[in-house]
């Protein structure tokens, strides 16, 4: 069965400085896609970033990338130069064949920037 | 860039009532929408995938009757809670799909049944 793991429920970082958002999962499937997602305190689900299985390079989205280290099934987000409005919960997911058919999620990381 | 819409984003309702939240992909259209549930401080869960012009296909412990979801058209797809119950209130979100390649999550409507 697939699952994802954050084990971490909160998170503190200085503002501009960066933090990782740990990631981990387990699927038999060959081919999936993972994804990171920002909910602030409004609720909306924000895409941030999006990484296949088959993709050789991690993926970057301006200030956010995705370390992902397929052997060890971790998909850790890398937030660069924290920003006060980074403060939300974040969310990683993992989908069937890489598409975002049928997202499972994560518990959620709340993460904090502090000024 | 794909926008999804909720309505309404809040709802207050008694219990016994039933209560429908639409969801619209404004400027695509979505073969496939899903509506996901969130308890408060707690990951979403899946509640059903729906197709437009079928039946929806509801995740293991969500009850069929309970929360009937219409997928209409392409660009529409509703959920009505029937007989809400206290136990009811949450956060629900759709997202809509286009193609396989990327999904829309909508703002969220957040239902308090008293």
Excluded at chain 2, 56 to 62: P, R, S
Aim: with cysteine; glycine share 8%; charged share 20%.
């Amino acid at each position: 069965a697939q699952k994802i793991t954050q084990t971490q429920p909160g998170m503190f970082v200085q503002e501009k400085e960066a933090v990782t958002l740990d990631c981990t999962y387990d699927t038999s499937d060959q081919s999936y896609g993972l994804f990171w997602y920002k909910q602030p305190s409004s609720g909306e689900m924000i895409f941030l970033i999006y990484q296949g299985s088959y993709d050789e390079q991690n993926a970057t989205e301006g200030r956010y990338s995705l370390n992902f280290q397929k052997a060890r099934k971790s998909a850790n987000l890398v937030i660069s130069a924290s920003q006060l409005g980074d403060s939300a919960m974040y969310f990683c997911a993992m989908s069937h064949s890489g598409g975002q058919g049928n997202l499972i999620f994560g518990k959620g990381t709340k993460l904090s920037v502090k000024p | 860039g794909a926008v999804v819409s909720q309505h309404p984003s809040r709802v207050i309702c008694k219990s016994g009532t039933s209560v429908k939240i639409e969801c619209r992909s404004l400027d695509f259209q979505a073969t496939t929408m899903f509506w996901y549930r969130q308890f408060p401080k707690k990951s979403l869960m899946l509640m059903a995938t729906s197709n437009e012009g079928s039946k929806a296909t509801y995740e293991q412990g969500v009850e069929k009757d309970k929360f009937l979801i219409n997928h209409a058209s392409l660009t529409l797809s509703t959920l009505t809670v029937t007989s809400a119950h206290p136990e009811d209130s949450s956060f629900y979100i759709c997202s809509a799909s286009l193609a396989e390649d990327e999904q829309f999550f909508g703002p969220g409507t957040r239902l308090t049944v008293l």
